[in-house]
């Protein structure tokens, strides 16, 4: 058996897709465990024939597709939003990316639907904004554990389909009209929609969890891709200021029903600095020039939504307590490039309340939100890195921040990325 689990150590937006395409190489199949499409996965695909590279962002389909010979899964975890799903498959399709053969979909994926989006948007409106993708995620998470939900499955038979939308459309409406004072939702236009999904999504589904436990006996080796972060994750993150789902690795195995004893590795992503999308604390936030000139270099605007993305230094307080709840054995650190300009580069080491230091990374937004980040001052090299392919050949300071990261979060950095190219990744020599 063979699984990996890929990560996001931090608050998403670490650059898994390209480390998922980068891997994709040496794997069988490519599974997403958990999210849905807030997710904003992206990457470049080498020129061909003299065309300029191409760039792709994928918010629901593995981003293993890229390789031929790769199978990608949908798996339970993920809430599918049959709309962005078709939109994608025809993106893909157009630019000639096979698609039938090489994509499943697992029957117990619960379904987006257009009601999660509005409840989502009338939701952000209220106090506690969270600064969702406005995508219907949570709502739809809502659905599910109330056992309310529509899956992929109810796709498949017509009559079952009508029944649970219709009723779910009658108590979304009463809360529009009731609670929300909204003007209800279109319920004929919405079943006709859903009915032609079916044909759409059919020849996709099936159980999926019954394939790759198969596959794994058969000693296919697997990537779960995880969405999001860890900080985001419902249970371990920042809550209230989290995603609906598991990001973490622990949601690899019920997201894509697979048992732990297949997990063999689980690798980490970890930007060289830190962001955020939407609200939330954020410690090593940087409200000023600092955090400005990562942001325009590392062109942190979000990939799903354009929105800004908050940016400040790497914190390996909350790292260690991401690698310590995953069980990160490596990890992959990316935008290296982006601090090539920095005279100084910082590292937040510890957390101090008052003069005490925390011993754990609190996840109580209460003790968050009052923390001092204790920094450590790294010099930096102040040289371009991106034209660079092997680790020794990266400036001496550059290495040596990197090989503090790894002492420090006492976690074997296994590859770099100076570049969101495939070929812009180092490997990295154990120590
Ligand atoms: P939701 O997942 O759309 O409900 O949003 C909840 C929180 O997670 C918000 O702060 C979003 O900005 C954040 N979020 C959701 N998906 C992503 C992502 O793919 N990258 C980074 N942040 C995300």
Redo the contacts with the bound molecule.
């Keep these: 058996m063979s699984v990996q689990i890929i990560v996001g150590a931090q ?3 670490e650059g898994k897709g390209k480390i998922v395409d980068h891997l994709s190489e040496k794997v069988d199949i490519v599974a997403r465990y958990q ?1 849905g499409a ?3 996965h992206t990457v470049i695909l080498p020129p061909v024939r003299g065309q300029a590279p191409r760039q792709f962002v994928l918010h629901l389909i593995p981003s293993g597709i890229f390789h031929r010979h790769v199978l990608c899964v949908i798996g339970n975890g993920v809430v599918l939003d049959p709309v962005a799903l078709m939109d994608e498959i025809g993106q893909l399709q157009e630019a000639g990316i096979r698609i039938d053969g090489r994509l499943l979909i697992s029957h117990n994926a619960h379904l987006i639907m257009p009601y999660h989006k509005r409840l ?1 948007a009338i939701r952000e409106e209220g106090a506690q904004k ?6 219907g ?2 709502p739809s998470y809502i659905d599910k554990y109330s056992r309310t939900g529509i899956r992929v499955v109810d796709l498949l038979d017509r009559d079952v389909l009508c029944a649970k939308l219709k009723q779910n459309l009658e108590t979304t409406n009463e809360l529009l009209k009731k609670v929300y004072d909204r003007d209800e939702l279109d319920v004929d236009r919405i079943i006709a929609e859903y009915e032609d999904f079916d044909k759409k999504i059919d020849p996709y589904i099936t159980d999926t969890a019954d394939y790759l436990n198969r596959a794994l006996s058969k000693g296919k080796a697997v990537l779960a891709e995880g ?3 860890a900080l ?1 994750d419902v249970d371990h993150g920042t809550y209230p ?4 789902s598991n990001p973490t690795s622990g949601g690899a195995c019920t997201g894509l029903g697979i048992p732990p004893t297949a997990i063999d590795s689980v690798v980490g992503v970890v930007k060289a600095y830190s962001t ?5 604390p954020f410690p090593t936030e940087q409200l000023n020039e600092t955090g400005e000139r990562l942001r325009k270099i590392g062109g942190e605007f ?1 990939a ?1 939504t354009g929105r800004p993305r908050r940016c400040g230094w790497l914190d390996l307080v909350s790292l260690s307590y991401s690698c310590r709840i995953n069980g990160i054995d490596r990890i992959t650190v990316t935008k290296l490039d982006v601090l090539d300009s920095f005279d100084e580069i910082k590292v937040c080491t510890g957390y101090k309340v008052g003069n005490r230091v925390l011993a754990r990374f609190p996840t109580d937004v209460q003790t968050l939100e009052k923390v001092q980040p204790v920094y450590r001052t790294f010099s930096g090299w102040n040289e371009p890195t991106s034209d660079i392919r092997r680790f020794s050949d990266l400036p001496s300071k550059a290495q040596s921040y990197l090989r503090a990261v790894e002492r420090l979060l006492k976690v074997r950095l296994w590859l770099v990325s100076v570049g969101a190219r495939r070929d812009q990744t180092l490997s990295v020599p154990r120590r």
């Excluded at 969270?130 to 995508?135: E, N």
């Excluded at 200021?241 to 609906?244: G, I, M, N, P, Q």
């Excluded at 955020?276 to 939330?280: A, E, I, Q, S």
């Design positions: 608050w998403g937006d999210g807030n997710a904003g989502d969270i600064g969702t993708t406005g995508r995620i949570g969405a999001q972060g985001l200021f989290v995603t609906s955020r999308v939407g609200n939330g979000g799903t």
